[in-house]
């Protein structure tokens, strides 16, 4: 079993920053993806951004130049450096661990952006 505990949303104003951590502990495999996805209000969950564990990288396109991915693979960590906040940023954010045959969710933290 896979535990995920995401923090770091808050409320931030158009243009501000945020840093969103989430740390994995249990039965981690060496090969994993971990990743943020959102959701909106009245909208679909969505992907953000993901990681491998190889540092390969992707991103939504509406993110792309603004948000940064990261992780810490001793420490099973990821994270997702937020810049130039917009108002449509505004969701839940989920972290995620996926590992061969398991998919495993972090709480959510929220963020809003908003003046």
């Known amino acids: 079993q896979v535990h995920l505990v995401d923090s770091g949303g808050g409320l931030v104003q158009p243009g501000g920053s945020l840093r969103l951590s989430c740390a994995a502990t249990g039965r981690i495999s060496t090969i994993n993806t971990m990743g943020w996805y959102r959701r909106a209000p009245g909208k679909e969950r969505e992907l953000v951004a993901r990681?491998?564990?190889?540092?390969?990288?992707n991103y939504a396109d509406s993110v792309k130049g603004r948000f940064t991915i990261s992780r810490d693979n001793g420490e099973s960590t990821v994270y997702l450096q937020m810049n130039s906040l917009k108002p449509e940023d505004t969701a839940i954010y989920y972290c995620?661990?996926?590992?061969?045959?398991?998919?495993?969710w972090g709480q959510g933290t929220q963020v809003t952006v908003s003046s």
């Open positions: 990681i491998t564990s190889a540092g390969n990288t």
């Open positions: 995620n661990l996926y590992q061969p045959y398991n998919n495993y």
